[in-house]
């Protein structure tokens, strides 16, 4: 009985032993995995973690700003219609674009934010976002401006600011240059009036008006029918018939009214030429955007010699000339 006893004693201990083991190889197992999913997939001196993160709101991207291939090139007396094009991509869909603006401006005379003048600096705040364009996460927005044929010559801006519809905003810039453009407005013709022969007619004052975007020097000369013949003027009546070229004179600088002798004249004019010759008339481009007050005025005069008779007529070519060059 009492080795039944004993039996019964040590299988109870080596139960309560075996169930010890147990929990413990349980517990340790337990461990381990809070652990290896702590630590990474493995144990060792060096460990790779797995990371992910999964992106919400992306700003728009700018990808191209084209302005005119590069180079703008004016319209005498009138305005130039200027393409500002940018290329944008939004990868939470095109469709979150909303809003682009544009600024066009002189790189050296102005600068973003500055206020509008059509010597440096335009604005567009409604440029035209195409969503056809492209894939589903690409627009094409096209910035028009009307650049007036005085902008300055040189180094432009087009500036662009787009927004999507979570108020997230993308700056970008291009640069482009407008061409200097020479251009003048006479009148179509200069009309002497009745001059008697071996007498100079009254002053003529007619005026030259800069239609360009830089300051220019004057260039002449004349002929009759064709350029080099030597003539001022062909006359339909008279013996000659034709008015040397250095019978036709002009000043740039100062009226002379009043009658005047051949060689006074002489004294105070200049003679055209056959050859083109150039003088100096800095005459500026214009900066007044509501009125163009850009014009000088030319002096002109005419000998009718003795021989001439009937009507004359002649050419004169204007030339403008960019001041510094020659």
């Not at 007619?206 to 360009?212: D, E, R, V």
């Amino acid at each position: 009985m009492r080795k039944n006893n004993m039996v019964f004693f040590n299988f109870f201990e080596f139960s309560i032993f075996f169930l010890e083991i147990a929990l413990l190889f349980f517990l340790f197992f337990l461990f381990f995995h809070i652990m290896s999913g702590t630590v990474g997939a493995g144990v060792g001196e060096n460990v790779t973690v797995f990371s992910e993160l999964e992106i919400g709101k992306t700003a728009p991207i700018v990808q191209n700003i084209n302005i005119e291939d590069g180079s703008i090139n004016l319209i005498p007396n009138t305005t130039k219609l200027v393409n500002c094009s940018v290329i944008i991509a939004d990868y939470n869909g095109d469709t979150t674009i909303i809003n682009m603006t544009s600024e066009l401006f002189d790189n050296s005379a102005s600068a973003k934010g500055s206020p509008d003048d059509n010597n440096d600096h335009y604005t567009n705040s409604t440029c035209f976002i195409n969503y056809t364009y492209g894939d589903e996460n690409t627009v094409l927005a096209t910035c028009l401006f009307d650049l007036w044929y005085y902008s300055n010559a040189g180094t432009w801006n087009c500036s662009v600011s787009v927004a999507d519809d979570s108020n997230m905003t993308t700056n970008e810039s291009n640069t482009t240059v407008v061409q200097a453009l020479l251009a003048l407005a006479v009148p179509d013709s200069i009309d002497y009036g009745r001059v008697n022969a071996t007498e100079v007619s009254d002053e003529n004052i007619t005026n030259i008006t800069n239609m360009g975007n830089v300051m220019f020097n004057m260039s002449f000369l004349g002929y009759a029918t064709s350029e080099g013949d030597g003539l001022a003027m062909n006359c339909t009546l008279g013996n000659l018939k034709n008015i040397s070229i250095e019978h036709e004179k002009y000043n740039l600088t100062e009226s002379n009214p009043g009658a005047l002798t051949l060689s006074q004249a002489d004294n105070v004019y200049e003679n055209l030429t056959t050859n083109t010759l150039v003088r100096q008339f800095n005459l500026d481009k214009r900066t007044n955007n509501n009125l163009n007050d850009v014009w000088n005025e030319t002096y002109w005069r005419i000998y009718a010699p003795l021989g001439v008779a009937g009507s004359c007529q002649g050419n004169i070519v204007f030339g403008a000339v960019q001041s510094g060059e020659s």
